[in-house]
Every structure is written in C-alpha cells, then in structure tokens.
C-alpha cells in the first residue's frame, strides 16, 4: 500500500472514530442524566447503546492496529504516530488525531464520573435496605477455622 492509499485508510479510521466518541460521549452525558432519575428502562436502552459503541470502537482499534502492522509499525501510539508521519508527513491528520485522543479522555472521564454515581447510589440502596431489615449487607460465610459467620443487629436479652 502506498503512502497515498494509507493516508486515506487512515482518514477515514480516524472519522468513523471522532463520530463514535462524539455518540459515546452523549450516551455518557445522558446515563449521567439517568442514573438518579429512577428510569431504569431508559437506563437500560442507554447502557447497550454504550456497548454497541463500544464494540464499534474496538473493531475500528483493530483495524487501525492492523494498518500499523500491515505498514511493520508497532500497534501502540508510537507505531500510529511513525505511520502518521510517513504516510502523511504534512500532518494534515495530526488535528484529526489530537481529536480523537481528546474526545476518548472526555470519555474516560464521564464513564468514570458515572462510575462513582453508581457505586455511591449502590451504597445509598445497600444501606437502606440494612436499616430496613437490620442485617448487614455481607454474605453470612465461615471463617478460616470453619465456624459460621455472626450475624450482627441481634439484641442481647440477659447474661449467664
């Protein structure tokens, strides 16, 4: 494949990118919406359009780490940044590149930030329900010398 030829491959990898990560980043910015909103459904729909993205990002990876090795670079960023100065040494897909790289850090980041909205909404639901029914959230299991695990929120009626 010549220089010519790759450029375009490129260009139009690095495209279909930038429209992912610009879909996965709204789809991040509406779970974040829904995540409080007690619209599980609507979380649901939102969460495999997430997935699909993702799946759609990761073949495209795998097309682009395939270019680099098709071209004998390695395929990391330092073998995708060689392939880009060789195949476009005017750096007309530098701008395209740097995009991308910006859009999946936001992306990051928003998933992240959902995460910790999760995992703080589980701890809010987990200690309701203890307050509820009086029992901790750990599964009852033995210990290392076999004995069953106590159970505490029992009353102490009287002493022997």
Request: glycine share 10%; proline share 4%; charged share 30%.
């Amino acid at each position: 494949m010549d220089a010519g030829l790759c450029r375009e491959h490129l260009a139009e990898l690095l495209g279909e990118e930038i429209v992912l990560l610009t879909e996965l980043q709204q789809l991040l910015e509406q779970e974040r919406d829904l995540i409080g909103s007690g619209e599980p459904e609507a979380l649901q729909r939102t969460t495999r359009a997430r997935a699909e993205r993702l799946g759609a990002l990761a073949r495209v990876e795998e097309q682009r780490r395939s270019l680099c090795t098709l071209h004998g670079e390695s395929p990391d960023r330092g073998g995708l940044e060689r392939l880009r100065q060789w195949c476009d040494p005017a750096g007309a897909l530098a701008p395209q590149l740097s995009e991308c790289l910006g859009r999946a850090m936001r992306c990051r980041d928003l998933n992240d930030r959902n995460g910790v909205m999760v995992a703080a909404r589980m701890k809010r639901v987990s200690e309701l329900l203890q307050a509820l029914t009086g029992r901790t959230a750990r599964a009852a299991t033995y210990s290392p010398r076999g004995y069953g695990a106590r159970v505490p929120g029992g009353r102490v009626l009287g002493t022997v």
